[in-house]
C-alpha cells in the first residue's frame, strides 16, 4: 500500500484537477455510506473530521453521541476511475471520532485495527485474499432490478454462452487501477453468476479492498445496463454466493506454518474450535444458511489438506509466501471489518489456549457413511441457531469488543425480523 503524508495528498489534490472529495465507512451490515466534500474542506476534516447524522445510520444511533464525525485516513486514498477525469474524484476510508476527537466505540474498523495489533503482539501477521461470487441480472426499463440473470452460462463458460465476460474485464481493469490486485476471472456455476479472485493484503487493506471490490462492481454492472447482486441465494435453486477467505499467518516475512507449525495449527484450531460462534457474523441473513450443504458449500466444521471442499482447507503453497488455508463458509453480506476481526480473535484465543487441532477428514464425501456423519459438528443451520450461538458463547461475551458484537447482533435480529 502506498502511504501519503496529509500534505502530499493537499498537493495531489491542487494539481490533479480533483474537485469532490468522498468520505465513506461503512453501517453496520457492511454497506458503503459517503458524504462528498470540496477541496476546501480537507484540511479540515484531516485536522477536525467531517460531522454526520449518527442516528440516520445503521450502527451508531446513540443517544450519547448524534453527531460523530470522519476523519479521513490518508493511506486509503483513491481515484474513482468511473468517475470523470476532469474535475476528478478521490476517495478515502475513515475513522469514526467524537466531536472531541476521540475515538468512537463502536467503529467497526478500529476494532478490526485493534485486532490487527493484537496479532502482532502475538508475534505474527495476517494476510487476507479474497475469492467472491456475484450474480449479474437484468433490468427493466426503467433500469430497476429484475430477478432474470443476464446469461444462461454455466462454470467456466466462453462467449457466446458467457456474456458478463466484458463486465468482468471492466471490473478488473478499474480494479488494477485502484490499487486492488484481480488474479483470475471466470464465469461461475449458476446463469449469469461470476466470481473474482483478488490478492491477498493485510487484513485492514483486504477489508478496505473489499468494500472496494463490492462498490466498483456495482457501479460498473450499472454503466452497462445491468444489477450486481451479492446475495447469499439471489436464485432458488441455483448455486448461492459465497467468499472465500484465503488467510495466511507470517512472522518476520516468513510464512508462520514453516516458522512456528504448532502456532499455526493452535490458531487453526482456535478458528475451527469457535466456529458455531463466529458464525452470525460471517453469515448474516436468513437466506445465508440456504447455501450450507449445497453445491459444495460446507456444512460440517471439518479441515482437510487434500479435500477442497471442507470447510476449511489447509495447504503448503509452492513458496512459503503461498502458505495458508482457505474458510469456505462466509458469503458476501458480511461487515469484512467485523468478520475479519472475529476470525482473526477466534485464531488468538488458539493460541492462547493451546487448542487442540481436530483430526482432518480428507475422504471424499460419498464415502463418509451415516454413523460418521453424525459425529461431525455442524455449522449452525439457521441465523436463529446461528444469533443463540453466538450470544451464548463464552468466547465472543469475553471479546474486549464485546458491545460492537452485542450491537451487531441486535441490528441483524431487527432487520432479518428474528
Sequence with gaps: MIKYTVEEIME???????????????????????????PGE??????HGERFDANLIHGYEDPDHSELYLLPDPNT?????????????????????KSDGSPYRFDYRRF??????????????????????FYLFNTD???????????????????????????????????????????????????????????????????????????????????????????PKPIHGKPGNGLHLKISLFHCGESLLKTDPEKHHYFLAGVLNHMRDLTAFLNTQMESYERFGQNEAPKYITWSKQNR?????????????NDGFILRSPDSGINPYIAFAVILQAGLAGIREKAVLMDPLD?????????ERMKLKQLPLSLVEAIDCA???????????????????KNIQEKENV
Design 12 to 38: 495531489y489534490v491542487e494539481e490533479n484537477d480533483v474537485k469532490f472529495i468522498r468520505l465513506a465507512f461503512s453501517d453496520v451490515f457492511g454497506v458503503q455510506k459517503n458524504i462528498a466534500i470540496m
Design 42 to 47: 480537507l484540511r479540515r476534516a484531516f485536522d
Design 77 to 97: 486514498m483513491n481515484i474513482l476511475p468511473w468517475r470523470p477525469q476532469e474535475g476528478r474524484v478521490i476517495r478515502f476510508y475513515c475513522s469514526i471520532i
Design 112 to 133: 478490526l485495527q485493534r485486532t490487527v495489533e493484537e496479532c502482532k503482539q502475538a508475534g505474527f501477521m495476517a494476510r487476507i485474499g479474497l475469492s467472491s461470487e
Design 141 to 231: 426499463d426503467e433500469g430497476n432490478p429484475t430477478d432474470i440473470p443476464l446469461d444462461q452460462g454455466g462454470y467456466f463458460d466462453i462467449a457466446p454462452l458467457d456474456r458478463c465476460e466484458n463486465i468482468r474485464r471492466e471490473i478488473c481493469l478499474t480494479l488494477e487501477e485502484m490499487g486492488v490486485e484481480p488474479k483470475s476471472s471466470h464465469h461461475e456455476i449458476g446463469p449469469g453468476q461470476n466470481e473474482i479472485d483478488f490478492v491477498g493484503a493485510d487484513a485492514l487493506t483486504s477489508a478496505d479492498n473489499f468494500m472496494t471490490y463490492k462498490n466498483v462492481i456495482g457501479a460498473i454492472a450499472a454503466r452497462n445496463g445491468v444489477c450486481a447482486s451479492f446475495d
Design 309 to 321: 471442499s471442507r470447510l476449511l482447507r489447509l495447504y503448503d503453497g509452492e513458496s512459503s509466501s
Design 363 to 371: 475422504k471424499p464425501s460419498t464415502e463418509i457413511d451415516d454413523k
Design 391 to 409: 450470544e451464548g458463547s463464552d468466547f465472543i461475551t469475553s471479546l474486549q469488543d464485546y458491545d460492537i458484537l452485542h450491537k451487531f447482533i
